[in-house]
């Protein structure tokens, strides 16, 4: 087996990994995991980036897509996410919603 053909069948099989982890992000519900996924996405295209010979762009995508987009992704879930419990008012009594008696 060449050279040549060692790293075409490297290639392919990296182009799998990224369909398949993009196809995974894209069906998972879940902001969280759905981060996850992304973060596992990055991984795979820094992966082909170094195999593609472009080490420049594999570096930013490991930073970016990997590293700090996946993670203000889970910080902004974080902070929308509301608790499920009953409302309680500032001095730490329960709101008087509409569903309660």
């Known amino acids: 087996m060449s050279a040549a053909t060692a790293q075409e069948i490297l290639i392919a099989l990296a182009l799998a990994l990224v369909a398949a982890s993009a196809t995974a992000a894209a069906l998972t519900r ?8 992304l973060a596992v996405l990055g991984l795979c295209l820094t992966v ?5 010979q472009a080490p420049d762009v594999a570096l930013s995508q490991l930073a970016v897509g990997t590293a700090i987009t996946p993670l203000l992704i889970l910080l902004t879930v974080r902070k929308v996410r509301r608790p ?4 309680r008012d500032r001095d730490g ?9």
């Open 48 to 52: 082909l980036f170094t195999l593609l």
């Open 84 to 87: 499920t419990g009953p409302r």
């Open 93 to 101: 009594r329960r709101g008087g919603g509409a569903d309660e008696p």
């Open 30 to 37: 879940d902001p969280a995991r759905q981060a996850v996924q």
